[in-house]
């Protein structure tokens, strides 16, 4: 048996980037890589939504919400951001500046 390709993208990254992590919510797909961008994307036709540049400095990590319905990232940076896919952005936002927790809530 051979598998079939259905779809291909690049994602438009830039030259020399690659990714750390994928995720899939209910009705899309987000990719992090080493630009230390957040890359939305439909997973029908892998074709790009839109980006968040510099969503960390140094992100590290992409995880889908329990509910499946936002994204959670964490960076280098010592934040912990949780995005709101409809508006694609942080609505939360929690950071730990030298062993200083701060939380906050960000307007989208």
Known sequence: MTAKQLASSGLSLPNDTYIYSLA???T???AISSDDSLRYFDPAN???MHTVSKAHEGITCLKAT?????L???GRD???RCWDERAKSAGVQMADRMFSASFSLVAA
Do not use: N, Q
């Not at 329990?66 to 936002?70: A, F």
């Open 24 to 26: 899939r919510t209910t």
């Open 28 to 30: 899309l797909c987000a």
């Open 72 to 74: 959670v990232t964490a």
């Open 78 to 80: 010592g934040t912990v």
């Open 46 to 48: 892998l074709s790009l």
């Open 66 to 70: 329990s509910d499946g319905k936002g």
